[in-house]
């Protein structure tokens, strides 16, 4: 699906932050998208709060704007992208491939990931990842390592990071920012209990953040200058038909699952709204609130035909796919919606969202 080329500008960049959604190889969509802004120099982002695959992309785009600006960014994304492909050997994730096939396993297709994820699910039903993990291998942990320096990246001032995971033992989410990035936090962001072992971090324990915020939005209302906040979803809203096959019905619950923190944030964004629009807010008290413009890139179209179980396809065709998707997506909405940028919200977030 190849992006039709959006008009360049002289005028400077508009500040916005980003919201990454979390969404495994999915993920590769909202690459596409953070590529083609970069490449129009049209958007320049101050911060950005991701979950899981979102915490990926957003700690590579950070370390890639920290040492080579907007260029730098899409080459460090693209490295990465490209480095989780190759540990890869079709989809299936070194450590998985070496539990199912002995360390080599068969070339998987898209189509062919229904199989391997039912297979994932049903050893998650009766062994832990204690179990069948018991060193707690984790293949993007050099990956990461070898893509990014974090303590240097802890001093960066290009761009505000808030990656989100959820406490094990609380049940609360917990947002991390720059000072704090590290490895381990990125893993935690991205840490699917049925896979992986809990990530420990200054004696607490943390699952993925998508359980309680995929991805969180209130750090950017309060820590950045920006209005406007721009969500990449990867996980779509709405469905047209009702499933009726297990596999449908399971994926479904996913979506549900990943997307409610975000609605319920939502939730929260419209009433302020309203309470400021309606002028139900005492003057003295209006500066307390931030009135926000709130955007989104939608993936309900480009990910219609795309089942949960592609999340862990990781095949570098697959991959480059999915960024041409984010591409184009990402051309659609500068055309339709890039004047709105620091003017008003381009979506209605109660009848969009609620």
């Known amino acids: 699906m190849a992006a039709k080329p959006f008009p360049r500008t002289s005028a400077p960049p508009k500040k916005v932050n980003l919201a990454l959604q979390g969404g495994g190889a999915h993920g590769a969509f909202a690459w596409g998208i953070l590529d083609r802004f970069m490449e129009t120099r049209l958007i320049e982002i ?20 920290f040492n080579g600006g907007p260029e730098g960014a899409r080459e460090a994304l693209h490295r990465y992208w490209s480095a989780i492909s190759r540990i890869s050997n079709g989809g299936v994730t070194q450590f998985w491939e070496s539990f199912f096939f002995g360390g080599k396993g068969p070339t998987l297709s898209p189509a062919a990931h229904g199989p391997a994820l039912e297979a994932i699910r049903m050893i998650g039903n009766t062994l832990s990842p204690y179990q069948t993990n018991p060193f707690n291998y984790h293949p993007l942990r050099g990956v990461l390592n070898d ?64 359980y309680m915020g995929n991805p969180v939005l209130f750090p950017l209302f309060y820590e950045t200058k920006s209005r406007d906040v721009i969500i990449l979803h990867i996980n779509p809203i709405t469905r047209d038909e009702v499933p009726v ?27 302020v709204q309203k309470l400021l629009a309606d002028g139900m807010i005492k003057d003295k008290f ?18 219609k035909n795309m089942s949960v179980a592609t999340k862990f396809c990781l095949d570098w065709g697959f991959l480059t796919e999915l960024r041409d998707r984010g591409r184009a997506a990402a051309d659609e909405w500068l055309a339709a919606n890039y004047a709105n940028l620091g003017v008003r919200s381009s979506v209605d977030v109660r009848a969009e969202y609620l």
Request: glycine share 6%; charged share 20%; net charge negative.
């Open 286 to 303: 209006r500066d307390q609130f931030k009135d926000v413009l709130i955007h989104s890139v939608r993936a309900d179209k480009a990910l």
């Open 147 to 210: 893509l990014v320096d974090f303590d240097s990246l802890r001093t960066c001032q290009s761009t505000k990071l808030y990656l989100s995971a959820t406490n094990v033992k609380t049940g609360k989410v917990r947002v991390f920012d720059t000072a704090e990035v590290s490895v381990d936090v990125v893993l935690a962001s991205a840490c699917l209990p049925e896979i992986f072992q809990a990530v420990e971090i200054n004696g607490e324990h943390y699952w993925d953040g998508g």
């Open 46 to 65: 101050e911060g950005i709060s991701g979950t899981s695959a979102g915490s990926m992309n957003a700690v590579v785009y950070a370390w890639g704007v």
């Open 245 to 271: 096959l297990a596999n449908e019905i399971s994926d479904r619950v996913n979506e549900i699952t990943f997307n409610a923190s975000l609605l319920k944030e939502l939730r929260a964004v419209a009433f």
